[in-house]
């Protein structure tokens, strides 16, 4: 087989592993299926340009700043399960999480090639415009195009589990991109708004409080940054009010004001922080997080919390530490918590280098995590995990400027041969 033919095959993979990435977030609004299938595709169709082109499929990344801080997370996360055990889980459990270092790979060495943000970035427009018709087609005839009920998307779990993070990032995103992006012309700057508000929609009517809370301090945080670097206060000042006072409303109509929640976490806070101090290196592991829990909670060092109103909150079990701090810090110690947000600050100082364009909207994804990580997702639960992944490599993409640079492919003698 000549040259050429490798060449071929080697962009085919590219495509095809750009096309996986990027309907990533429309897997996730579809279903559990659909996503695990995106970030195995994206995997598997990276080895696999390397396998045809006999490249080192890591060997292009070395400047990249994420890729050290990411293969030690995960180091973290294996080396916790070693040491500690499977749980209940299992070892899969733990293990399989290298999946989605592959997939935060695969996509940071595509970037070099292929204008892997631009795709991912419609990618995710796409999964809030499909979380919202399968949502609205709930509402309409009672079931989504899957034959799935309502109620899985009017919650905190379920379906709605999956689509809230996407619609949370997806909000502050995109209403960033329209304001900041002075080349949209006034028909594209209103579409971009229109998938903005649509996001902001969907996570109204799922009503859930700590995603609500972050992706509000997300569209805070960018109207703030954009009246820092545009010195327009007026508008910025405006739009602050508005956003404001449509958080009050959505607080009042959800009925967001009740603490009961937020009172049994604290007692979930203080049993995590118990077993942190415990194992404080590399904490309990991220598979036996339920039994090491139940142990704590059950020895009696932790007292109950006791609300204001008496109520005694003292959850014996629990599957995550409802706060993003605390969960490193239980379950991979120290060593997963220092190499988790080396990889935050590293994505979040790359993302705030490029700002141009739609790259405007990057700049809220850390404060949404940030405030999300207070009281919310389980980091570690593979739809959360996946979807900080697909938004890690979106921030540290390096947008093809290295593709001029790549020397011609030159295969081996004995498959130049063949």
Request: aromatic content about 14%.
């Amino acid at each position: 087989m000549d040259q050429a033919f490798y060449e071929r095959t080697g962009k085919r993979l590219d495509r095809a592993c750009l096309w996986a990435a990027a309907a990533f977030p429309v897997a996730l609004a579809l279903g559990n299926v659909f996503f695990e299938a995106s970030v195995a595709a994206t995997g598997i169709f990276w080895l696999a340009r390397a396998a045809v082109r006999q490249e080192n499929p890591v060997g292009g990344l070395r400047g990249n700043p994420l890729v050290l801080p990411w293969l030690c997370f995960c180091a973290a996360i294996l080396l916790s399960l070693a040491v500690n055990g499977p749980g209940s889980k299992g070892w899969a459990h733990d293990v399989a999480s290298v999946r989605f270092l592959l997939f935060g790979l695969a996509i940071l060495d595509l970037s070099r090639r292929e204008p892997v943000e631009r795709y991912m970035v419609a990618g995710l427009a796409a999964g809030i415009c499909t979380a919202a018709a399968n949502t609205a087609l709930a509402y309409a005839v009672g079931h989504d195009i899957f034959f799935r009920p309502l109620s899985r998307y009017t919650g905190k779990l379920q379906d709605a589990d999956r689509i809230v993070g996407i619609v949370a990032y997806g909000a502050p995103m995109f209403f960033a991109w329209a304001l900041a992006d002075s080349s949209l012309s006034a028909k594209r700057r209103a579409g971009v708004m229109v998938v903005a508000l649509i996001a902001m929609a969907n996570l109204f009517q799922i009503g859930a409080r700590t995603p609500m809370i972050a992706s509000f301090a997300g569209t805070v945080f960018v109207v703030l940054l954009l009246m820092a670097r545009m010195k327009k206060a007026a508008w910025g000042l405006a739009v602050l009010a508005l956003f404001g006072a449509g958080a009050v409303a959505a607080a009042s109509a959800k009925h967001l004001w009740h603490l009961f929640s937020f009172y049994d976490r604290i007692y979930i806070w203080r049993v995590s922080a118990g077993m942190f101090y415990e194992h404080p290196i590399l904490g309990v592991g991220v598979g036996s997080f339920r039994e090491a829990y139940a142990h704590m909670a059950a020895s009696g060092a932790i007292e109950p919390f006791v609300s204001p109103a008496g109520r005694v909150y003292a959850a014996a079990e629990q599957t995550h530490s409802h706060n993003l701090y605390l969960m490193l810090l239980s379950s991979t110690g120290l060593l997963g918590f220092l190499s988790f947000f080396w990889l935050f600050f590293a994505a979040a100082f790359v993302a705030r280098k490029k700002t141009g364009g739609f790259r405007a909207g990057f700049m809220a994804i850390p404060a949404v995590m940030l405030t999300a990580g207070i009281a919310g997702e389980n980091l570690y639960y593979s739809t959360y995990l996946s979807l900080v992944s697909f938004l890690f490599a979106l921030m540290g993409a390096q947008s093809g400027r290295d593709a001029v640079a790549q020397p011609a492919y030159t295969p081996t003698k004995g498959l130049s041969d063949g």
